[in-house]
């Protein structure tokens, strides 16, 4: 099976020597690399092959490195050597040579799993059996490989499931789709993530084809959404917010006058009067705006998180991009609609004590007494709404930048990857990996055919007179 992964190995590695022509940029040299890992069924490593492509400007010396078992020049230049893990020499247009890497550590440590109706079975010993049979391929972090290569290739993951094997095949963590007379089950894994996919289905005659894994750079060109509606929202938002926190400052201001005031009785009681007459108005103008805050926050949090058909909110998911903003918002909602419900308290008990400042001067007192109380209750109001506004603040240009941040993850355009077969080689052009498992086939049973006696010419001649 391993001389036949190595012919595969080979006869890629001649196609794409034909296919993959290099145009050199000011006869600068260029350097690939395609890892091949030949793997277990169980998907410990067995073989690395390392396939590399040099590029040299016309008549141009070159010198390449590799850790090889052995290493074959494909490409047919005589005037290339090897010796040991060096190979040297002067070439015009395209080098292509085959390594068996020794000692590698490959970046994903591999690892599948079996079972048959819940109980663990060897890899060696499922082929052919029939029942419930689950599937589990894990692709970790290998802490012996240069840490370069799972930080920012996507792992990709393939297998395919003959129809006429398995039936009833559900995954976790990967896609199912169909595929003629079979089902592939396909698995991806972020750069830096890892990849855990559950396969399980009913097989009769349990054979499974090998296991394909992929690793490229990961490069997504994805347009940022237009968000302006949104930010607008927010930033009328942030703004209304800030105009309340500079009325409830006046608020809290007014109100120590007030008590200063109340405190004091020197001077006149209309004086007083016109003190509580001026800040019932103030108060009056403060309660009107808080309900156009909560107005405007309702309303946002229902273009966040609207409401389903029986009434219930639509359930956000940790996977959504905006579920932080969608769950603050909600909670500022909620937070607010308390605030709002206290002010329109707070208004109404400032009624009483305006009809108890226009009553009889004995009422002074109390008044005063509850002017203090308000003075204290505005002064909270006053440093719980600078709180509120200086949180709020940022909101708009914390959402562009998280945007900003997720759509980053999906871009390693200045990702420059290091030779995988050789540090001495540094940067190179590209380097990708293909790893596959080992199939699992039934052996097929040879029948022992037990060969006749040979007849001689004087028994066959007198078995044409027997019966």
Known sequence: MRSKFARIVLAAALVLAICMSSVLADGADTREEMVYGLLSATGKVEQVIAVNYITSQEGSAFTDYGEYRDMVELSGYPNIKIVDDILTGNADGEVVYQGTLSGHELPWSIGVKYSLDGASVAADDIAGASGRVTITITAEPNDKADSVYFGNYMLQMSLTLPRGVFANVAAQGASVANGGDSRIVTGTAMPGKPLSVVIEADASGFECESVSFTAVPLNFAIDAPDMSALTEQLTTLTDAIAAINAAS?????????????????????????????????????????????????????????????????????PEDPLAALRFGISDLAAQYAVYNSGMQGYNTAFGLIASGASGSAESVQQL?????????????????????????????????????GILASFSHENFRPISFADARNGEVDSVQFIMRTQPIRVTPTVAVIQAEPEVGIWERFLNLFRD
Request: aromatic share 2%; hydrophobic share 40%; glycine share 10%.
């Open 368 to 404: 005063a007494d509850g002017a203090a109380q308000l003075a204290d209750g505005a002064s909270a109001l006053s440093g719980g709404m600078a709180q509120l506004a200086e949180q709020t603040a940022l909101i708009p240009q914390a959402i562009e930048t998280e945007i900003s």
């Open 249 to 317: 400052a006046e608020l809290s201001q007014g109100m120590a006058a007030l008590a200063q005031g109340a405190s004091s009785m020197s001077g006149s009681y209309g004086q007083l009067v016109g003190s509580v007459d001026t800040f019932k108005a103030q108060l009056g103008t403060l309660t009107a705006s808080s309900k156009e805050i909560k107005t405007a926050l309702d309303t946002l949090n229902l273009t966040l998180n609207p409401k389903l058909e029986d009434g219930t909110t639509e359930e956000i998911s």
